[in-house]
């Protein structure tokens, strides 16, 4: 069974930075597709990153250039680095592997 469990949210100021781990088990990373997804209140999940086993990313055009993502295949651990953190980037964020949902780590960008 996959689980997946992340952390690293909090509350930051804007301009500020946070980084967001995302840890499996039950899965091996190496060959998958790995996702982070945010969803603020009253919208719906947008995606935000995504790493391809190849090491290509991509990236949700509000994030390019402030948000990272990495993955760290033998620890099974996905992180998404957000530095110059907005009050628009409060959401909840979720990583998402092979059709399996984290429970979410609440992200607030307020000074």
């Known amino acids: 069974q996959v689980q997946l469990v992340e952390s690293g949210g909090g509350l930051v100021q804007p301009g500020g930075s946070l980084r967001l781990s995302c840890a499996a088990s039950g899965i091996t990373f190496r060959s998958l597709t790995l996702r982070w997804y945010r969803q603020a209140p009253g919208n719906q999940r947008e995606l935000v990153a995504v790493?391809?086993?190849?090491?290509?990313?991509n990236y949700a055009d509000s994030v390019k250039g402030r948000f990272t993502i990495s993955r760290d295949n033998a620890k099974n651990t996905v992180y998404l680095q957000m530095n110059s953190l907005k009050p628009e980037d409060t959401a909840v964020y979720y990583c998402y592997v092979r059709a399996t949902w984290g429970q979410g780590t609440q992200v607030t960008v307020s000074s």
């Open positions: 790493s391809f086993s190849d090491g290509i990313t």
